[in-house]
């Protein structure tokens, strides 16, 4: 989608691949319909119940508190009249159907839109009881999201339409690959402009010669790399221009690019032009072959008895004549080349789109709206969008009818977006003394390192058991619910949502989480416990290393080598038998075989204890 020609082709060298905190605590506005249609493979797949609903919801819990973002959904609006030969071909994109000789009419794609509208409406539904902001645009998602990034009420776009660059776009995250050390692949335009020398209307001109989304074809005979070449000639407040004369029949562009090139190629010292000069045969240089015989020429540089050297293979004279004919060459190639790109554009109908143009200038895309108060942006003109906490037992209901999840399931998932608002609410007014309602800050367990990416790993303490209705619990609800989806839950997880579902552990009939979590969200949120952590860690380390300095001291004195006292062994001692090396071998095999059987049946039935309990009942202990 987008500008054709492999357009992310020609950026992909200028691309930035930053790491998992590029968007931490950063505001970043989502294509809600690319995340949708880049899965439309599994919307029609027949294992998996309802897949746009599964994707949102892992990859907004993965956006929002894996990475810190402060998401921002954009769908969107009416399309434009513009765009319907391309909504044709992507009606037809799955049934092999050449769609180029098709006319284009209204209403063909009305079926499959319908379907995917009710997609759209459903993820909004989610994203709503999840607290994020949603926007609708006016026409194209991308163009809002453009809008958004280049007023500054966003850091970022993530869309994979190249179109957001000819909207406005400052920042484009075309990938996200959570599963890497560096998981944005980021474009900026700065880097674009810095590179390419392209700025907004360059794109826009190239994109109407290479075509887009509302003009497949653009100018025929023109790729991607002819394109560039040619709106490279001009600077972005002409390039627009230059496209609405070519396409008159004015050509006041072939002065302007002979200027050009007189400037980088002619130095403003040299002459005017003058015929070439005669050269020598023999070496090459400025001169007659039968003058040259009597002396040496003076590019050859060789004494006048020995004469001139024989010019190698592929010789070039550098002599001012020769570097201006080949200079006046080059220009004439230039001229012929740009004259008949002039001629293609001026043979297209109807070129350039004057509503295409101003579609993509146009920076009135959508209205601002927001309720609610946990965060919140806004623009010089007060509006404003925001974030809620999000709805939870309303959003259990919600995957409940839709997903047939169970709601330990849900609440089990949930828990990291939650744990990241509680955190960050605590950094602000620690009066907040429950996670959930239900679980107690218990302790840091560990430093975890993953991708090159440091965490905390927080132990959760639940409040109130509720052992004593394991049993009755776990019948009732898996009666209830089918087995075979529930299964399908845990093992289908898609490769772009990581499943961060925390883990469980019951000690004691005491029920505890271990999440991982952000090490400033939990500096802020509680620097006491981080203090002593550490000061805890450090203790430890200064006594594993006396431990092992006494160690090294007393293994030192007993290695006290026998020839350092000076004392003869004798022959039996020096040398020990294999014999009784082998009983005493015997005799400490005999002796842990017996500790084994002493330790076993302890250890089994501590065994036996800790697994007694199914993963699904220890999730409905801690949920429910």
């Given amino acids: ?325 080949r200079k006046e060459k080059e220009q004439q190639k230039h001229e012929n080349w740009h004259i008949k790109v002039c001629n293609k554009i001026s043979t297209e109908p109807n070129f350039p789109n004057d509503d295409i143009i101003r579609m993509y200038l146009c920076n009135k895309h959508g209205n601002f709206t927001g309720i609610g108060s946990m965060m919140r942006i806004a623009s010089g003109d007060g509006l404003c969008v925001s974030w809620r906490c999000p709805d939870t037992e309303i959003l259990v209901d919600f995957l409940d009818f839709h997903q047939h999840w169970e709601p330990s399931y849900v609440r089990q998932r949930m828990l990291p977006m939650l744990s990241t608002i509680y955190l960050r609410e605590m950094a602000v007014k620690p009066e907040k003394t429950m996670l959930y309602g239900q679980y107690v800050f218990d302790s840091i367990q560990r430093v975890k390192i993953r991708y090159g990416y440091q965490s905390y790993v927080i132990r959760w303490r639940k409040v109130t058991s509720t052992a004593g209705s394991i049993v009755r619990t776990n019948s009732v609800e898996e009666s209830d619910k089918p087995q075979e989806e529930i299964v399908e839950i845990d093992e289908f997880i898609d490769h772009l949502d990581e499943d961060t579902a925390p883990q469980i552990h019951i000690d004691d009939e005491c029920c505890f989480l271990l999440t991982d979590e952000n090490m400033e969200l939990i500096r802020g949120a509680f620097p006491e416990e981080v203090e002593r952590f550490w000061h805890e860690k450090e203790l430890k380390a200064s006594k594993r290393r006396k431990g092992s300095g006494f160690k090294n001291e007393g293994s030192s004195e007993k290695s006290e080598s026998p020839k350092s006292k000076r004392v003869q062994l004798r022959l039996t001692e020096f040398y020990r038998s294999a014999k009784v090396a082998a009983i005493h071998a015997k005799q400490g095999d005999l002796a842990n075989n017996s500790e084994n059987q002493e330790d076993g049946p302890s250890k089994g039935k501590n065994k036996v204890s800790s697994s007694n309990l199914p993963k699904s009942v220890r999730r409905r202990l801690l949920f429910e």
């Fill in 1 to 325: 989608m987008g500008v054709g020609g492999k357009f992310w082709d020609l950026l992909k060298p200028y691309a930035r691949h930053e790491g998992p905190d590029f968007l931490r605590e950063k505001r970043v506005a989502v294509d809600l319909s690319y995340w949708i249609v880049q899965h439309e493979t599994a919307i029609k797949a027949t294992h998996v119940r309802k897949p746009h609903l599964r994707l949102i919801f892992f990859r907004t819990i993965n956006l929002f508190s894996k990475f810190g973002a402060l998401p921002v959904f954009v769908v969107d609006g009416t399309p434009s009249p513009l765009k319907s030969k391309a909504r044709i071909a992507r009606f037809f994109r799955f049934s092999g159907v050449d769609v180029s000789g098709l006319p284009v009419a209204e209403g063909v794609s009305a079926e499959r839109n319908k379907t995917f509208l009710k997609c759209v409406q459903e993820c909004v539904e989610l994203l709503e009881l999840f607290g994020m902001p949603v926007l609708k645009a006016n026409g194209e998602a991308e163009a809002l999201c453009a809008q958004l990034n280049a007023e500054g009420l966003v850091d970022a776009c993530i869309t994979a339409d190249s179109d957001a660059f000819l909207f406005g776009a400052k920042c484009v995250i075309k990938c996200v690959k959570p599963n890497t050390k560096e998981p944005f692949e980021c474009y900026h335009i700065s880097d674009v402009e810095a590179g390419l020398g392209l700025k907004r209307k360059h794109l826009i001109a190239i994109s109407l010669l290479v075509g887009n989304d509302h003009d497949l074809n653009g100018v025929q005979g023109i790729g991607l790399e002819k394109a560039l070449r040619f709106v490279q000639s001009f600077s972005e407040d002409e390039i627009l221009n230059q496209l609405h004369e070519i396409s008159n029949g004015n050509s006041p562009s072939l002065q302007i690019v002979s200027k050009v090139v007189d400037e980088i190629i002619l130095c403003p010292d040299e002459s005017p032009a003058r015929s070439k000069t005669s050269h020598c045969s023999f070496c090459g240089h400025p001169g007659s072959k039968r003058a040259h015989f009597k002396s040496s020429c003076e590019y050859c540089g060789t004494s006048t008895s020995q004469g001139c050297t024989r010019k190698a293979e592929g010789f070039k004279c550098n002599c001012s004549s020769c570097n201006k004919d």
